[in-house]
């Protein structure tokens, strides 16, 4: 019965699978299907925290600058924010594995979680809001407040922060690192450097290489980011004792 071959389609929300044994079954559902589901929902909550956050950002700017329609960012920043300097590691999330496939295997009612849809619901996303609300405000007010007298350096403060953000919050989601997932970060956060140092009629360097620069941003970037990390910290230390039992 387990090696019998036949071809048995899976049809869920569009999404059509296929499998020629019943052998690969109970891997295709409980291992890949979902890790295919939890990946995704991540990644489309992220894409969506990428956006709202800079969105924010631009209200807070408009707001205190008498409702400017100036932009904040220059278009070749707001390229690369959505290219070289956040897309790789954003994407890398669907390389991350929550448990290894044995467990998957050996716990099938974590697969039965998984059909409720709390992954990607409303609530997620109200939350996923209200995270990038609360960091796109943090940056801002956080850069007006410290930077009081060197608003004219508004942009490179501001997009600075917001990137250790982007990839903070990316590292604090990963569960089970990969290669390729420490290699997009590292080649992110190098490419955003090396654009400080070339791009000089954007940011000024002589500013940029200030260590009050650096330990300013660094504490924007610390207010922004260290409440989740507790949050979720707290959230996984009192998670269902059963899950827990499974997770270890």
């Not at 849809?117 to 940056?139: A, E, H, N, P």
């Not at 004219?152 to 997009?159: A, L, Y």
Request: glycine share 6%; charged share 15%; with cysteine.
């Amino acid at each position: 019965m387990r090696s019998a071959a036949l071809c048995l389609f899976i049809v869920h929300r569009g999404l059509i699978v296929s499998t020629m044994q019943f052998a690969g079954l109970a891997r295709l559902l409980l291992v890949h299907g979902r890790r295919s589901a939890m990946r995704s929902a991540a990644l489309c909550l992220f894409i969506v925290h990428r956006g709202l956050i800079v969105s924010t950002m631009q209200a807070v700017f408009s707001v205190v600058f008498y409702f400017s329609s100036v932009s904040l960012y220059p278009g070749f920043l707001m390229v690369g924010y959505g290219t070289l300097f956040t897309m790789l590691p954003v994407f890398s999330l669907v390389l991350d594995k929550d448990i290894p496939s044995t467990t998957a295997l050996r716990y099938p009612q974590l697969y039965k979680q998984l059909t409720k849809g709390r992954q990607l619901s409303y609530k997620t996303f109200y939350i996923w809001t209200g995270i990038s609300i609360y960091q796109g405000g943090v940056i801002m007010y956080g850069a007006l407040v410290l930077f009081e007298d060197q608003l004219i350096h508004i942009v490179e403060i501001s997009f600075t922060a917001l990137i250790l953000t982007e990839l903070i919050m990316v590292a604090l989601t990963v569960v089970t690192w990969h290669w390729l997932m420490i290699g997009a970060e590292l080649f992110s956060l190098l490419t955003y450097i090396g654009t400080l140092l070339i791009f000089t009629t954007y940011f000024d360097a002589d500013f940029i290489r200030h260590w009050d620069f650096w330990w300013k941003v660094i504490v924007i970037t610390l207010v922004s980011c260290l409440p989740l990390y507790i949050v979720k910290y707290m959230h996984r230390k009192w998670s269902a004792r059963q899950y827990k039992n499974i997770r270890k």
